[in-house]
Structure formats: C-alpha cells, structure tokens
C-alpha cells in the first residue's frame, strides 16, 4: 500500500539516441547556496532559480573528455517504506600539480553543492537533501609513460530522491 498519491506517466525511449559522460562540474560551498526553487508545473519538476549568498558564485572545475561520470542507484526497503539514492560522480584530473591539489584537498574537508553538466548539455543538481563530499581522492604519478599522472576523485551525494534537473537559465545566472 502506498502512503502518497502516485501517478505514472509513459516513457517513450525508442528513439532516443545515447552519448555518454559529463562536460564539468560546478561547485560552490554549502553555506553559499541560500536557497534552490522549482516549478514543478512549468518545467516538469525542474530546479529554476539558485540564491546564491552576497557575490558568491559556483566555479567550474573542467577536465579532459571522456574522463568524468555520474551514477545514481537508489536503495529501497519496502519493508520499513525508506528509500534513498547516492549518485557519485567520478572525475579525472590529468597532471599531478599543486593547484590542483589545494583546489582538490579543499573540497575534500568542505560540504558542496554541485552542478553536473552532462554531453546533452542538461544540468543536474548535487546535495539537495544534504552536503555533497568528495569520499574518495587519489594522487598518482603512473608506472609507465602512458599512465595517468593526476587525480581521480569520487564526489558523493545521498538524497531522498534521484538528482533534479536544473534550467540552463538557473545555471547560467550562478556560474563564474
């Protein structure tokens, strides 16, 4: 038995076509967000417009293609009714260098909000119910000529429902 009204809508995917992996992430403190609103009748649930505190703005953090992804897998207990969804994004930072680093190791200890940028060029957004951390960070040199010599992190958010979307309008309006 279900506690709340539901409603299902048709999913037509037949034709759709696929490119996979993200453009860049947008990352600004916890404290900096002041509020996020949606419209859940003119824009299908989508998140519309971003306060942001005075002068602060998301800043872009980019990498090469084909090196970033985002996953999100909701975990279900029918049998106490709670449910929730940790989405992950993994990215790729080639060249091991200490800009990076500090940009890296000062996200690590700081609760986010991001903004994910897939290749259709839609925008998610990270930690709507709680802080997005990195939870996983490493540093390495590679063994041969062609290895990485960079980063790879894990980006963590854990929510009551899948990532909204966001308008580019919204984002447009709190990017650097």
């Known amino acids: 038995m279900n506690c709340t009204s539901v409603t299902l809508s048709r999913i037509d995917g037949r034709c759709d076509t696929n490119t996979g992996g993200i453009k860049r992430i947008?990352?600004?403190l916890n404290d900096d967000?002041?509020?996020v609103e949606q419209d859940n009748e003119e824009s299908d649930g989508m998140i519309t417009e971003i306060t942001m505190a005075d002068s602060k703005k998301f800043i872009a953090w980019d990498f090469r293609p084909n090196t970033g992804a985002y996953s999100s897998t909701t975990e279900t207990d029918p049998a106490i009714g709670?449910?929730?969804v940790t989405t992950e994004v993994t990215l790729q930072f080639t060249k091991a260098e200490a800009t990076k680093r500090l940009s890296i190791q000062s996200a690590?200890?700081?609760g986010a909000k991001v903004i994910v940028e897939d290749q259709y060029g839609q925008y998610i957004y990270l930690g709507h119910d709680s802080d997005v951390y990195i939870t996983s960070a490493t540093m390495q040199s590679g063994t041969a000529r062609t290895d990485l010599n960079g980063f790879n992190i894990t980006f963590q958010d854990i929510s009551n429902e899948l990532p909204y979307f966001v308008t580019k309008e919204a984002v447009e309006a709190v990017i650097v």
């Open 26 to 28: 947008y990352i600004a």
């Open 33 to 35: 967000v002041v509020s």
């Open 82 to 84: 709670n449910s929730s």
């Open 108 to 110: 690590i200890n700081a």
